[in-house]
């Protein structure tokens, strides 16, 4: 029911910024919350920030809370994330993923997933 496909990854250093976005297909977008995840080498994929259906919502871990912000525009069909202060660790690829309720930090309440985007952070 929902294609998602990301977008603005690529390489900055250490201490810059990037914007990510996540285009979503349908109409149905406004009935889903949104997260971003990622994946770096080697390791598994984790869980990085969710936003609930109308955007009134968002969630972080503690690691990330003042650096990433993610946001929604339900018109456009399309959720963001802002990344400032990006940091070496940060470097993973990113995936954005669509979820019908439940668990916003459990992976496996996520019903659809993008192809994700590559970020690298230089030290």
């Known amino acids: 029911q929902v294609q998602l496909v990301e977008s603005g990854g690529g390489l900055v250093q250490d201490g810059g910024s990037l914007r990510l976005s996540c285009a979503a297909s349908?109409?149905?977008?406004?009935?889903?919350?949104m997260g971003w995840f990622r994946q770096a080498p080697g390791k598994e994929r984790e869980f990085v920030t969710a936003?609930?259906?109308?955007?009134?919502?968002?969630y972080y871990i503690d690691s990330l809370k003042g650096r990433f912000t993610i946001s929604r525009d339900n018109a456009k069909n399309t959720v963001y994330l802002q990344m400032n202060s990006l940091k070496p660790e940060d470097t993973a690829v990113y995936y954005c993923?669509?979820?019908?309720?439940?668990?916003?930090?459990?992976?496996?309440?996520?019903?659809?997933w993008g192809q994700g985007t590559q970020v690298t952070v230089s030290s």
């Open positions: 936003i609930s259906l109308s955007g009134a919502y968002t």
């Open positions: 349908g109409r149905t977008f406004s009935s889903y919350a």
């Open positions: 993923a669509a979820s019908i309720g439940g668990n916003y930090y459990d992976q496996n309440r996520y019903n659809y």
